[in-house]
């Protein structure tokens, strides 16, 4: 149960790895790999092993956990790869010759090579076949289905008021954010979708893909992507107006007020994740100058009516008082 180094051209051995623990601790894998001078192999162990192939030092493993009594071995035994892209190791557990029915609890993994730390991971019996392109394949024995792994275009929509925008008003800006990788297309995923596959954060991925595409439960807690809206106004500034984000149906929305009057455009634009790529949209809209309210008379209190009241009937006693008087006047003037 160790690794033996010869040169390739001399024949002489360069170094012998540690043992390894019995009974499981084989080295023995499928296909092991060198990269980057690296020795990457899976084991019945659980391990993932790193060999330098220059020293024979152990630099990491990597565990899958704890079977129990799943699995004859009580671990679950990495068979396939890995595979090695960029600083990524991919690995999968399983058995080539399994018994039926499969042991559950088998996974992908993808493992980073500098911390050995878990990236993430999926369920799946998986036979890892091919990495290229940034994207990893692989046959998953669970449901006989081909899984294509990586990051996939988004799109992005944005709707404003077109009517009735003016500086004294807020608006409401909404849209979308959605997955359109050709998986997002297939019938079953499209009817589960009606209105678009949400992208979602990164931290929510793999719970949301195992729903999406292998029956699993939908996760309660699945967040959104962070949208930049900005616009460009009458005068041509640019200038963002605030940053939302979507909610677990794929919607955003961001309430803001013109504060010029004239043409604005307003751009909603998805920078991208380590899942998705990035995508924008516009739209445009008038915003006219708010209206000046008429003045408008106050309310009389009781007290000032009572006051013109009194005024009113003090007037028409001196009316009469004055017209009384003239008439005695011209009485007199007869007589």
Known sequence: MRWTAYDATTGNQLWISDPNVYPWGSYINYAPIIANGVLYSGSFDGYVHAINITTGKELWQFYSGNAGAETPTGTYPFWSGPI????????ATGQETPSQPLTLGQRVYAINDTTAKEIWSIPGY?????????????????????????MGPSRTTITAPNVGVTTATPITITGTVTDISAGSQQDAVAANFPNGLPCVSDASMSQFMEAVYMQQPMPTNVTGVPVTLSVTDSNG?????????TDASGTYSLTWTPIIHGNFTVTATFAGTQAYYGSSANTAFYASVA???APTASPLSMASIQT??????AAIIV????????????LRKRS
């Open 84 to 91: 090695i892209g960029g600083d990524v190791a991919f690995a």
């Open 126 to 150: 998986m036979s890892l076949k091919a990495l290229a392109d940034g994207y990893l394949v692989g046959y998953n024995g669970y449901d006989n289905q081909i899984y294509c792994f990586g």
């Open 237 to 245: 500034n640019h200038y963002n107006i605030g940053t939302t984000t």
């Open 291 to 293: 209206a000046t309210p």
């Open 308 to 313: 013109y009241i009194m005024a009113g009937v």
């Open 319 to 330: 009316v009469i008082i004055i017209i009384g008087a003239v008439i005695m006047l011209m």
